[in-house]
């Protein structure tokens, strides 16, 4: 029974660097997505003091999530508020707390500097991720075929 379990577990971490094989480019892009999305976001906004109108919440089971709800004066002097879609544990600003972001009048989106900063920080940790794994993968592959190649090239015993 023991064997029979032995091998069952050898051939399931063999399949531990094809899964990496293929995890590593999914969160490598995943990553750079994240970290592009913030950057483009930074590069067409402004910088402004915005203003947390309220803070939404929704309840999961393992504890509640947070969007804040941020209130900005465009350049043009109309007053945008925005909610976005990221949802954040614990809480990144109280209601009614000015702080430091960036407007996009263009399109009403208006981004905290410290909840940007969480999303880059969240790219970068995907895109590490990613690299590990495509290491683990590059190197599990290599180390067959160098093996290969050795036991190959290894001369054999004469009879």
């Not at 892009?29 to 402004?48: K, M, N, P, Q, Y």
């Not at 007053?79 to 600003?93: F, I, K, M, N, R």
């Not at 093996?147 to 090239?153: E, P, Q, Y």
Request: proline residues 6%; neutral net charge; glycine residues 10%.
């Amino acid at each position: 029974m023991l064997s029979g379990f032995l091998r069952l577990l050898v051939r399931c971490l063999r399949t531990i660097p094809w899964l990496a094989l293929l995890a590593g480019p999914v969160l490598c892009a995943a990553g750079l997505a994240t970290i592009s999305s913030v950057h483009r976001f930074a590069d067409r906004a402004v910088e402004a003091d915005v203003r947390v109108v309220r803070l939404d919440e929704r309840q999961r089971e393992d504890g509640p999530l947070y969007r804040p709800v941020f209130s900005a004066t465009a350049p043009d002097g109309t007053v945008l508020e925005y909610a976005g879609d990221l949802w954040v544990a614990p809480a990144p600003h109280a209601e009614g707390e000015t702080v430091p972001g960036r407007v996009d009048a263009a399109t009403g989106e208006i981004r905290s500097l410290r909840m940007m900063d969480g999303q880059a920080d969240l790219g970068e940790g995907t895109l590490g991720l990613g690299i590990a794994c495509l290491l683990l993968a590059g190197v599990y592959f290599i180390s067959r075929i160098l093996n290969r190649d050795f036991r190959n090239a290894a001369p054999k015993p004469k009879d």
